[in-house]
Structures are given as C-alpha cells and as structure tokens.
T-cell receptor
Framework: GQNIDQPTEMTATEGAIVQINCTYQ??????LFWYQQHAGEAPTFLSYNVLDGLEEKGRFSSFLSRSKGYSYLLLKELQMKDSASYLC????????????FGRGTSLIVHP | DTAVSQTPKYLVTQMGNDKSIKCEQN?????MYWYKQDSKKFLKIMFS???????INETVPNRFSPKSPDKAHLNLHINSLELGDSAVYFC?????????????FGEGSRLTVL
C-alpha cells in the first residue's frame, strides 16, 4: 500500500517563497507528481520527479529524495493566483502505475 | 477543444436512484480513470481502464460500474445511490502503460444525493 502525508493548510505573503512538503511510504516507487487544483476546478499537472534532485520550471520547482521518501514543491515570487490546493501523488511500480494522491495542501496567499 | 470532457457537470438526485456520468477524451490516450473527491478534497482512485484491463479499487462498492464503449469513452454508472456518494467525480486520461504520463482531468461532475 501507499501512505502520503502533506500539511493541510499553509499561508504565505504575496511575493514570498513557500515550500510545501510531502512524505510518502510505498511498497514500490515509479515517480512523484505535483498537481495544482483551484477551488471548483480540475487538478492540473505541475511536475514529475522520478530521480533524486531538483526540477525547476519557472517559478515552481520540485525536489525528490527517494531514500528519505520525501518531496517538496517550492513556489517563488508568490502571486495571489497561486492560492490553490497542491496535491502530491505517487505512482507505484509493479504494474498499474495508477497515481495515489495525498490529501492536498491548501495554500492561501495574502497581500 | 476540451481534452477531457464530462457530463453532466452538476447532478442532484434522490437516494435509491440510478445515474450515469459520461466521460470522453480526444487526446488519443489509451488509459482512462475515475477518481472521487470527497468534501475534504481527498482524491481517491476508483477505476483505471485501458483496452485490455480494468483495475478496480477494491474499496469501491459494486454499485459503481465503469462502462467503456470505446477507448475514448469511460462512463460511470451508479446504482442505488446513497447519501455518502455525494462528491465530485473526476474523469482523467493518460498515455497507456507509462507512469511518466501526466493525468489530464475533466472538469468534474458534482453529484449531490438527497
């Protein structure tokens, strides 16, 4: 089975940097995803990590440490529109590859 | 053009009724999914289906059944609706057989059971 843990809620100030952590336990690992979900909308893909290290994509970066079962999503130069839920999802190995999602972190960006 | 589309977007119905939610994707993907998102925003896999294999989350009641007329469609049929079935149901698709493919989600169908 899989167990994914991330903080329920975070707040940050516009223009600041915020780091959203995700820890996971899985019997097999084949990659970790981050998705963004605005209220009332569908989740949209942000990043995918399968190897250790940092992947940078504009204002968003995602880090993975497989040995520690740990990932974080780093958001720089926060904007009000970044207020959303951020979902960590792990894809298992061994067949189905179906991503299992954590409960999501609700990020509130205030002026 | 919408990549993954679901209908209806909103559905309000009485306990005990049977209802269906339709999903279509025009991305040419071979794998489609149904996820359920409850009031606490937890997104749980219900089914995964490609043209070869149906994978069912064992915790899903057998009142829920996926039906796929072709690889571009995966509909969700629910029998004998219960109050606890109220949730947002998301359809998604991805490239078959690879975990490197991201999931493309539909806009969701909000089901309310009274």
């Amino acid at each position: 089975g899989q167990n994914i843990d991330q903080p329920t809620e975070m707040t940050a100030t516009e223009g600041a940097i915020v780091q959203i952590n995700c820890t996971y336990q899985t019997s097999g690992f084949n990659g970790l995803f981050w998705y963004q979900q605005h209220a009332g909308e569908a989740p949209t893909f942000l990043s995918y990590n399968v190897l250790d290290g940092l992947e940078e994509k504009g204002r968003f970066s995602s880090f993975l440490s497989r040995s520690k079962g740990y990932s974080y999503l780093l958001l720089k130069e926060l904007q009000m529109k970044d207020s959303a839920s951020y979902l960590c999802a792990v894809s298992p190995s061994g067949g189905s590859y179906i991503p299992t999602f954590g409960r999501g972190t609700s990020l509130i960006v205030h002026p | 053009d919408t990549a993954v589309s679901q209908t209806p977007k909103y559905l309000v119905t009485q306990m005990g009724n049977d209802k269906s939610i339709k999903c279509e994707q025009n991305l040419g993907h071979d794998t489609m999914y149904w996820y359920k998102q409850d009031s606490k925003k937890f997104l749980k896999i219900m089914f995964s289906y490609n043209n070869k294999e149906l994978i069912i989350n064992e915790t899903v009641p057998n009142r829920f059944s996926p039906k796929s007329p072709d690889k571009a469609h995966l509909n969700l049929h629910i029998n004998s609706l219960e109050l606890g079935d109220s949730a947002v149901y998301f359809c998604a698709s991805s490239q078959a057989g690879t975990n490197t493919g991201e999931l493309f989600f539909g806009e969701g169908s909000r089901l309310t059971v009274l």
